[in-house]
């Protein structure tokens, strides 16, 4: 842990992803899905769940996702990209956040 600056951990993820597709691949794969920092790694992503939900992560997959082009009435305009984790928790760990913490 003391490898990365906490303060560093904390600002990795964003926000978790809770989409029908994000429950699905929670239910199937045992994995959890986090929107992170566009700079984030996946060791910075994999300490910063450790630290914070207290749970084993047994591996993460990252992807990046470009944003749509949109057009705001007369002007076209982009969506800003967006980076995901998939961290996949050791079995029988467990992330709810719907308690606001560890199951």
Request: aromatic share 6%; hydrophobic share 45%; with cysteine.
């Amino acid at each position: 842990m003391s490898k990365f600056n906490q303060e560093r951990l904390l600002q990795v993820l964003v926000a978790p992803q809770i989409s029908e597709k994000a429950t699905l691949v929670a239910d199937r794969n045992e994995q959890v899905v986090f929107v992170v920092a566009p700079d984030a790694t996946k060791p910075e992503v994999k300490a910063a769940v450790e630290m914070l939900f207290k749970v084993e992560v047994k591996s993460v997959q990252i992807s990046n996702l470009k944003g749509k082009v949109k057009r705001f009435g007369r002007t076209m305009g982009r969506r800003s990209d967006v980076k995901k984790a998939f961290v996949c928790l050791k079995p029988g760990q467990e992330i709810n956040f719907v308690e606001g913490g560890v199951a």
